[in-house]
């Protein structure tokens, strides 16, 4: 696979490019921030934060952004077997919606800097990996999606639980990060995932816990801490009720 180019541009006077003939390689481009319009094939799609396109090699490709218009966007160019592999498994999606865009932008970033060292100083093995977990983060997000027929508003509360669930985390934080109100947040993701929010990071903050338990040698108080339960008296009675046993007694016995 050889990786072509990792840039991000944000416009704010507008931006007009069309390409009849296409790219020599895969586009791929997020949007970060703002709105932008583009056409693929004679479909025009709508973008917003977190509206992501796919455009193969030679394929018809256009990209407006009104003069009164801010638009953000990372962009990926990429070619070869692997990635054409990959585009063939997903069942060639032209758009995809991202519920989790820092951790695609992250990856660019790093991606974007590798390919800005030197030619003899770059890792080629290094900005590989970076774009095939790009595209593994995609494949990750369709398959969740299409496997349990959430609506994307879910997955995205989902996504900010399972990134902010280690801190101090409210719900009125997820409701406001979805732009929803509290009470249809919570009524959403009840039913659609039959489990309220709480549950759902105190999960992660568990796993999370049992990790450091079995894995470092910090205290049970500082792996409290840690995993986001803010104080061991309270991490003492989640832990106990969900697993029968007292942390001290579990950590000695696993």
Not at 39 to 62: C, E, F
Not at 72 to 94: A, C, R, T
Not at 213 to 235: H, W
Not at 243 to 253: F, H, Q
């Amino acid at each position: 696979m050889k990786v072509g180019h990792c840039g991000y541009s944000f416009h704010t006077n507008g931006y007009d490019e069309t390409r009849k003939q296409g790219f020599d390689s895969f586009l791929i481009r997020l949007q970060t921030e703002g709105h932008a319009e583009a056409m693929l094939n004679q479909q025009s799609y709508s973008l917003d934060k977190g509206d992501m396109i796919i455009v193969p090699a030679h394929h018809r490709y256009q990209l407006k952004i009104e003069p009164n218009q801010l638009s953000g966007d990372f962009h990926l160019f990429g070619e070869g077997k692997w990635l054409d592999n990959w585009w063939e498994n997903l069942s060639k999606p032209f758009h995809v919606k991202i519920s989790n865009i820092e951790q695609v932008t992250t990856l660019c970033n790093f991606l974007a800097t590798e390919m800005r060292r030197p030619s003899s100083e770059q890792s080629q093995e290094l900005m590989e990996h970076f774009f095939k977990s790009i595209c593994l983060l995609i494949q990750q997000e369709m398959v969740a999606r299409s496997a349990k027929k959430r609506p994307f508003v879910v997955t995205r509360m989902m996504r900010y639980i399972e990134a902010h669930a280690l801190g101090p985390l409210t719900i009125q934080e997820v409701a406001e990060d979805v732009e929803l109100s509290v009470s249809r947040a919570v009524h959403l993701f009840k039913e659609h995932t039959n489990q309220t929010m709480i549950a759902y990071a105190q999960h992660i903050r568990l796993t999370a816990a049992i990790n450091q338990m079995k894995y470092t040698n910090m205290t049970l108080e500082r792996i409290a801490e840690n995993c986001g339960f803010g104080n061991y008296p309270y991490f003492h009675r989640v832990f106990k009720k969900n697993y029968g046993e007292a942390p001290g007694r579990y950590r000695r016995l696993n």
